[in-house]
């Protein structure tokens, strides 16, 4: 996604996007193309999701140790991917 463009004195280095990096950035990407993408994002958060509810069902949660930070951890994945979704879907509604 980046690459070393140049290096200066003291190691410092600076960094340039290639192609494949350029073309991550939404304002690059025709609409239809910005749109298709976030269309995909909104698809897979809403798969990972619900994989993770099905996860949390078939779990039979104690107050052990392992349950207690297995449950904080799946609740940042079941947050994190509602969040993707709705900046997703926020996000191609702005596109014209």
């Not at 192609?19 to 690059?28: H, K, Q, R, S, T």
């Not at 025709?30 to 993408?37: D, F, I, L, W």
């Amino acid at each position: 996604m980046i690459s070393v463009s140049a290096e200066g004195p003291r190691g410092r280095k600076e960094y340039t996007l290639t192609d494949e990096g350029l073309a991550g950035f939404l304002g690059v990407l025709t609409p239809e193309q910005a749109r298709g993408y976030l269309t995909e994002l909104t698809e897979m958060s809403e798969q990972e999701y619900e994989g993770l509810r099905q996860l949390e069902a078939s779990i039979d949660w104690g107050d052990d140790p392992h349950s207690v930070h297995g449950r904080i951890a799946l609740e940042y994945g079941l947050r994190f991917n509602a969040m993707r979704r709705e900046w997703a879907l926020w996000s191609a509604s702005q596109i014209r």
